[in-house]
């Protein structure tokens, strides 16, 4: 199916080639949109032009540079990139082909290309397309929802040590997702994830011991790997403590600490806890009453899209 659109699935090295600078095709020795050279490539770290594998003037390798322009946020910029590693046959650029595919962003929209590219990186070996897949399957979106598939392709990622496949692997076992309900394998999941780095499944964890799932119910137990989970990095976490803290809820109150908590899951990007501070610097919990303070904390999270925090932010500047 993709060797009618690739040509390294032929095998020959072929005269058609893609411009990295315009992304179009071309077969003679200069782009005929750009007038480049064929080769030519720019350095992602230092911005300089190259026809040899590595970087005259810094360095870096003509990979690692395609890499870093095929991941640019921009699906505009990272186009050329994308085509030119797809083209190569590097699973980095087939897996962000497949998402080009999917949204129908320079090519025309077609859900079966975007799974075929997914399926071909992950037999390749490369993970994240293996949990892209699953995903679609376990969200129904372009596909219809389906567990089970979701389950196998979480599996596929996860024997690749992918951390958040493994965890979402604990979650299914938890819900009873297209497998038994079991949650002695739900914390072995989450346990596995955990050593393998992904700080989120120390709330999983934490919260098993809350609630007593898989383990003897110990709130102090739990308490503390929240703790471990936020100063590893999870914004869910230190978002969880903060509202701990600020309620009482089976700590002692301490809005100071609470506060705190909120600060850190905002530096991190998380939106409920910057309406959070919003509200507290509104109402004068926790920190001194400011509303140009509460202002700025309910755009940022308005800007992070949450429409309460957008209503919030209008009655503050709209009250006499
Ligand atoms: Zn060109
Ligand atoms: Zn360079």
Same mark, same amino acid.
């Given at each position: 199916?993709?060797?009618?659109?690739?040509?390294?699935?032929?095998?020959?090295?072929?005269?058609?080639?893609?411009?990295?600078?315009? $992304?179009?095709?071309?077969?003679?020795?200069?782009?005929?949109?750009?007038?480049?050279?064929?080769?030519?490539?720019?350095?992602?770290?230092?911005?300089?032009?190259?026809?040899?594998?590595?970087?005259?003037?810094?360095?870096?390798?003509?990979?690692?540079?395609?890499?870093?322009?095929?991941?640019?946020?921009?699906?505009?910029?990272?186009?050329?990139?994308?085509?030119?590693?797809?083209?190569?046959?590097?699973?980095?650029?087939?897996?962000?082909?497949?998402?080009?595919?999917?949204?129908?962003?320079?090519?025309?929209?077609?859900?079966?290309?975007?799974?075929?590219?997914?399926?071909?990186?992950?037999?390749?070996?490369?993970?994240?397309?293996?949990?892209?897949?699953?995903?679609?399957?376990?969200?129904?979106?372009?596909?219809?929802?389906?567990?089970?598939?979701?389950?196998?392709?979480?599996?596929?990622?996860?024997?690749?040590?992918?951390?958040?496949?493994?965890?979402?692997?604990?979650?299914?076992?938890?819900?009873?997702?297209?497998?038994?309900?079991?949650?002695?394998? $739900?914390?072995?999941?989450?346990?596995?994830?955990?050593?393998?780095?992904?700080?989120?499944?120390?709330?999983?964890?934490?919260?098993?011991?809350?609630?007593?799932?898989?383990?003897?119910?110990?709130?102090?137990?739990?308490?503390?790997?929240?703790?471990?989970?936020?100063?590893?990095?999870?914004?869910?976490?230190?978002?969880?403590?903060?509202?701990?803290?600020?309620?009482?809820?089976?700590?002692?109150?301490?809005?100071?600490?609470?506060?705190?908590?909120?600060?850190?899951?905002?530096?991190?990007?998380?939106?409920?806890?910057?309406?959070?501070?919003?509200?507290?610097?509104?109402?004068?919990?926790?920190?001194?009453?400011?509303?140009?303070?509460? $202002?700025?904390?309910?755009?940022?999270?308005?800007?992070?899209?949450?429409?309460?925090?957008?209503?919030?932010?209008?009655?503050?500047?709209?009250?006499?």
């Amino acid at each position: 199916m993709l060797s009618a659109a690739f040509s390294f699935a032929e095998g020959t090295p072929s005269s058609r080639w893609f411009c990295l600078f315009c $992304a179009s095709e071309n077969t003679g020795p200069v782009c005929t949109l750009c007038g480049r050279i064929r080769g030519i490539w720019c350095c992602a770290t230092c911005g300089a032009e190259n026809l040899t594998a590595s970087c005259r003037s810094c360095g870096a390798s003509r990979e690692s540079s395609l890499k870093t322009q095929a991941a640019d946020g921009n699906p505009l910029s990272a186009w050329p990139a994308v085509r030119v590693l797809s083209d190569e046959g590097a699973a980095e650029g087939i897996m962000a082909l497949g998402r080009y595919y999917a949204l129908g962003l320079m090519v025309p929209q077609d859900t079966v290309m975007a799974l075929s590219c997914w399926q071909m990186a992950g037999t390749m070996g490369y993970a994240p397309a293996w949990l892209a897949l699953a995903k679609l399957y376990d969200e129904g979106t372009l596909v219809s929802r389906d567990y089970r598939k979701a389950m196998e392709y979480y599996r596929k990622a996860a024997d690749l040590n992918d951390p958040e496949a493994v965890w979402c692997l604990g979650t299914f076992y938890e819900e009873g997702f297209a497998v038994r309900q079991d949650f002695e394998k $739900a914390m072995a999941c989450y346990r596995q994830a955990a050593d393998l780095g992904f700080a989120d499944s120390w709330m999983s964890i934490a919260h098993c011991y809350d609630q007593g799932i898989g383990a003897d119910r110990d709130e102090a137990l739990a308490l503390e790997y929240y703790e471990k989970a936020a100063s590893l990095g999870s914004h869910l976490a230190y978002d969880y403590l903060g509202y701990r803290y600020m309620s009482g809820d089976r700590v002692p109150e301490d809005s100071a600490r609470g506060i705190d908590y909120y600060m850190k899951a905002a530096e991190l990007g998380n939106s409920r806890s910057m309406y959070a501070l919003g509200y507290a610097y509104e109402h004068g919990e926790g920190v001194r009453r400011d509303l140009s303070e509460a $202002a700025r904390w309910y755009e940022l999270a308005a800007l992070a899209g949450r429409i309460d925090a957008a209503e919030a932010l209008n009655r503050l500047l709209n009250e006499p």
